[in-house]
């Protein structure tokens, strides 16, 4: 009999302050693990959101490759300055024929045996006062390639030089100073201040790489108080958006 009853007791189970301490332990055992679930999970969100926000290795600026030739019909910097440069604000209106720059490429015989070269003029009326209208004129030769013995930066510089002693002939008492550093490879700037009925002029002779480019920008009509900076702010965005052109495409030799 009184193993009959211990074996009863056996069965019943964990009673009385035991149970106690068995259910609590429990419960807090539960619960330690369901917030360290909780916060293992956090950690691996926050963990994957940082590694997909942060750079992988350090970042490179992309570099330009050097450029070795140069299709026919890319180069046109006319066209640049049409559609980049005068803006609507500018009240532009061409004054020449437009068309595609004639390329020494396309052409038999070619113009020059040792060089080949693209060539454009082009001008427009602009306004940039709204008022006054301001003639702007640009010429530019392009050397991309040389089949002699002369490199196309050595034939450049030659045609700079050139264009610079005609100009000084045709702005008379013409003011020389250097231009910007955006404008090319080198650049003179010509300022004429005009007399009497003579309006004011400026001109840039500006070469990068191979080519060669003018500038010119003249009133139609007298205008008091124009400065040399006057003209250097308008002749600025052209002369900067010329030079992007020119480094983007013409050949790095």
Known sequence: ???????????????????????????????????????????????????????????????REPRESMSPGLLDLCAVLEQDVLTTDLYPRRQDDGGTPPDSATMEPAPDPDFRTVEDECSWLVSPDGLTDWRLELSYTAYVESS???????????????????????????????????????????YAPGSGVEPPAYAVVMRKKGAVCELVLRPEEQAD???????????????????????????DR
């Open 225 to 251: 108080g124009m400065t040399r900076a006057d003209f250097e702010v308008e002749a600025d965005p052209a002369l900067t958006a010329i030079d992007q052109e020119l480094h983007h495409l013409l050949p």
């Open 148 to 190: 002699g013995s002369t490199s196309v930066a050595a034939r450049a510089e030659e045609e700079m030089a050139s264009a610079e002693q005609r100009l000084r002939t045709e702005l008379a008492g013409a003011q020389a100073s250097p231009g910007k550093s955006t404008w090319g490879d080198a650049a003179t700037a010509l």
């Open 1 to 63: 009999m009184p193993e009959t009853t211990r074996t009863r007791r056996a069965k019943q189970g964990v009673h009385g302050w035991r149970a106690f301490l068995l259910m609590f332990g429990c419960g807090t055992t539960a619960a330690v693990l369901v917030m360290a679930v909780i916060v293992g999970g956090l950690r691996l969100v926050a963990s994957t959101v940082g590694s997909a926000a942060a750079p992988e290795g350090p970042q490179s600026i992309p570099t």
